[in-house]
């Protein structure tokens, strides 16, 4: 379906950035007559706002504009192992509300009431009025196919090409799909960094790839799937039958287990093996990521052990966003997938 102009005005002001009616025509290529007509209506509709002026030399500094962030919500949710978390966020993908509760995923009736009642609960505590929200996002800890609309697998979770239609009925808005750990990942791009890899150290240990501001699925939408490179031939039993998998020595639990120094080293392999692969910086996150910053030094080192190619090792980042990152990631998914509805409900002409 083609794109209106005021669709296109709007994802063009979502890269976040403020800019002039003049930068917009010819961003798009439009002539100034339609931005100015398109502009007025969407300030009118409460969707743009002027914000301060550009820097100019000479003559009237031209008005910049920018979204209004306030102006429509979308939710953010993360079903995990044992925790469901939600959040909104802004127009411009920041975190406004936040909150958890425990809820042990089961694929049955009963559970799908119980998460009803729970994001029913979320929004009367924040006054979240649910037929403002613009769409959702979900993070699940699995591999999605979201073209057939199912979980294609979740070891972690117990269930083989599960169909997300309960879920749909469950919520209050259209929702997308995504892999948790694509999620997590997708919180850490920004305008500087947008290559890189990101590895998700939770009760389950994953992770993804981000090529030039987009998600790397895969043939099989697998990518990315770090926890299951095997690190140690032999060594500890995974949950997924294999043997040596990186997520028996990097999970929250293994850390516990081993202490620091021992984890460490177990992540500089696994960072250098994934740096010989791609060349791309490595974004540290899920549970251990986000109290991995006293120990970095240690890991730089242990990490240069391995590493012939470079004389300093100074690819490696602790993640960004510590908490909510799964469910915040997911809601900018939703934001991605559903921001231009705000365009509906505003009753913006369709030209
Ligand atoms: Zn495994």
């Known amino acids: 379906m083609a794109q209106t102009v005021q669709e296109r005005i709007f994802q063009l002001m979502r890269r976040g950035q403020t800019m002039t009616r003049q930068d917009i025509a010819e961003n798009l290529s439009l002539s100034m007559p339609t931005v100015l007509q398109h502009v007025t209506r969407l300030i009118e509709a409460g969707i743009l706002e002027e914000w301060g002026a550009a820097q100019s030399n000479w003559g009237r500094k031209a008005k910049m504009l920018r979204l209004r962030p306030e102006a429509g919500d979308v939710l953010g949710i993360n079903i995990g192992i044992r925790l469901i978390e939600f959040v909104t966020a802004d127009l411009m993908g920041n975190l406004r509300q936040s909150g958890a509760i425990s809820l042990p995923f089961r694929d049955e009736p009963d559970w799908y009431i119980q998460f009803q009642r729970a994001l029913l609960d979320f929004f009367a505590q924040y006054q979240v009025d649910s037929s403002q929200i613009l769409g959702a996002g979900v993070s699940f800890p699995g591999i999605i196919d979201s073209q057939r609309n199912q979980v294609v697998r979740s070891h972690i979770l117990g269930v083989e090409h599960m169909g997300l239609e309960r879920f749909e009925k469950a919520l209050p808005c259209p929702a997308v799909f995504e892999n948790d750990a694509n999620c997590a990942c997708f919180v850490e791009r920004s305008a500087e960094r947008d290559s890189y890899v990101y590895l998700s150290l939770n009760e389950s240990v994953g992770g993804a790839v981000m ?118 990631g997911a809601a900018r998914a939703g934001l991605e997938a559903f921001g231009s509805q705000l365009l509906h409900k505003a009753e913006m002409v369709v030209s």
């Open 211 to 328: 090529l030039r501001g987009r998600l790397w699925m895969g043939d099989t939408f697998q990518a990315g799937e770090l926890g299951h490179m095997i690190l140690i031939p032999g060594g500890r039993r995974c949950y997924c039958g294999k043997q040596g998998c990186a997520d028996a020595y990097l999970s929250p639990q293994a850390l516990e287990q081993d202490g620091w120094e021992t984890y460490l080293e177990h992540l500089a392999l696994l960072a250098s093996n994934l740096r010989m692969l791609l060349n791309l910086d490595l974004v540290i996150g899920g549970q251990v990521g986000s109290k991995i910053r006293p120990q970095m030094d240690t890991l730089l080192v242990k990490t240069a052990q391995y590493d012939r190619f470079a004389r300093d090792v100074n690819y490696i980042f602790p993640c960004g966003q510590q908490e909510y990152a799964c469910a915040l």
